[in-house]
């Protein structure tokens, strides 16, 4: 990978990081308000569905996620283990890819 | 690198910060697929969350909040690091991340029970 390439990963994920910082607050404090309130299907539901602004918080919050981790771990498996070359690059992207396609295809089926 | 590097808060702090993040990004996919169950109707989602009363259960979820509370302090604390002046509080700035860590996983475990 570029130097480029490696400062527009850098910038990714300080960029993401800050927008998690903020996202995972109001998560955790969702987390305990909803555990307190109880936690069942109907509850929940009744909570989410048809919510569009929770739906666009976690829509903004699983991209930032996706990216987040997809960095996290190629910098890990770097760190870790002597792979190197596009083939970890291109596993981190799919890992990305993956955690985007899953987390908001939850967000949808609970918040739209 | 010697023990006399590693065994400093600061060290400690980078493995927590990798193997927290390595340990939710594990974590995120069985999340997901729980939250999905909710798509198929909401009788998946309540026997899911049935499953979910078990006390370990609950122990292993506090466990999880307080891992994204720790990568969540920890990040913060590296980004004071890397843009804000060199500061001379870096033993505490780790002290406060596990603290207020600590701290948010008593508080979803009191609630949790």
Sequence with gaps: MTARAETWLWIIQRATAAVLALAVLIHIVTIVYAVRAGLSAPAVLARTQGNLWWLGFYLVFVLATALHAGVGLRTILRELTPWRGSSVDGASACASLFLLVAGWRAAIGLFA | ?113
């Design chain 2, 1 to 113: 690198m010697s023990w006399r590097a590693r065994n400093h808060p600061s060290y400690w702090a980078f493995v927590l910060h990798r193997v927290s993040g390595l340990l939710l990004a594990v974590f995120l996919p069985f999340h997901f697929w729980a939250l999905s169950t909710a798509i198929t109707g909401a009788a998946r989602l309540d026997a899911f969350l049935d499953w979910t009363r078990q006390p370990l259960v609950t122990l292993a979820e506090t466990g999880l909040v307080i891992l994204l509370a720790a990568h969540l302090t920890g990040g913060l604390r590296l980004l004071a690091l890397e843009f804000l002046a060199w500061p001379n509080w870096q033993k505490s700035a780790v002290g406060l991340s596990a603290g207020i860590s600590l701290a948010v996983g008593l508080l979803f475990l009191l609630n949790a029970l």
